[in-house]
């Protein structure tokens, strides 16, 4: 199989993936892209229509018919991506717990991962992406020149997205995390799982910086043949 020229970070919710991506995409001049901000926008959708995340005929046809735009960040409000749901500026809506604890039911639909996946992958094949999800190195984008399976203890997990939001409960955001995990390392379609040649790093009590001097390092010794 030929290499892209693109990266694959996958990893369980909350292990400094996008940090890391973006991170990587500035040092590399690469476009970054977030393949959970569009399981997360058709799960805002389906519930804006209040649809049932149980239906997986609906949840896919709203994965299908449903316009998700994910553009350059716009305002300055410390998002990553504007995220467009019809139209509409869905950007936090889809940070909400609510979504955030139906998103692996709709995520395991397969009509809904053939539609998302089938454009995540066309976007990675450009080259020159540094693609965060669950399953990029494994399906998404199997080609990728090198993948990191980027891994934290679920305290730790939990602790930092605890700390990112306000108004939410330490045990509620633990219990969510774990199931969200569950799900999404059980699920019978492209699962949570590290790729047999991926790069695993463990992100607890690490900064960023370090993690990210660490995978340059691998890249620098891939470019130099090691
Ligand atoms: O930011 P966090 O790591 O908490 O989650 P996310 O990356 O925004 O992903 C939200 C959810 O989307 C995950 O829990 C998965 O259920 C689903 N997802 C997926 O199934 N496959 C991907 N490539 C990306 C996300």
């Given at each position: 199989m030929d290499t892209?020229?693109s990266?694959?970070?996958d990893?369980?919710?909350a ?6 991506a ?8 690469y476009?970054f ?5 569009m399981?997360?926008?058709?799960t ?5 229509r ?6 997986g005929?609906?949840?896919?046809r709203?994965?299908?018919t449903a316009?998700?735009?994910?553009r ?7 998002r990553?991506?504007d995220v467009y749901i ?5 950007t ?5 717990p609510e979504?955030?604890s ?5 995520a395991?639909y397969?009509?809904v991962?053939?539609?998302?996946s089938?454009q995540q992958r066309?976007?990675g094949?450009?080259g020159e992406?540094v693609m965060?999800?669950?399953?990029i190195?494994?399906v998404?984008l199997?080609e ?11 305290e730790?997990?939990a602790?930092?997205?605890f700390?990112?939001?306000t ?12 199931e969200?995990?569950?799900l999404?390392?059980?699920r ?5 799982r590290?790729?047999?040649d991926?790069?695993v ?11 990210l001097a660490e995978?340059?390092?691998i890249?620098k010794?891939?470019?130099n043949g090691?």
């Open positions: 892209i020229n990266i694959a970070i990893g369980p919710a292990s400094g993936k996008s940090t890391l973006q991170n990587l995409a500035e040092s590399l001049g476009l892209f977030d393949t959970g901000l399981y997360r926008a058709v805002c959708a389906v519930l804006d209040n649809g049932d995340v149980n239906d005929a609906f949840c896919t709203v994965a299908e316009q998700i735009d994910v350059p960040c716009s305002v300055d409000d410390g990553q991506a019809d139209g509409q500026d869905r936090w809506q889809i940070r909400a979504v955030e139906c998103v692996s039911i709709v395991a397969p009509g991962r053939k539609a998302l089938a066309r976007i094949l450009r992406v965060v999800g669950r399953d190195g494994t998404v199997p990728a020149r090198l993948k990191v399976y980027l891994d934290a203890s679920v730790e997990r602790r930092r997205r700390e990112e939001r108004g939410e409960d330490y045990a509620a955001v633990l219990e969510s995390m774990k969200r995990d569950r999404d390392a059980s019978d379609l492209a699962p949570l590290i790729a047999e991926a790069v790093i463990n992100s607890d009590g690490k900064d960023a910086d370090v993690i995978v340059l390092a890249l010794s891939q470019a090691g």
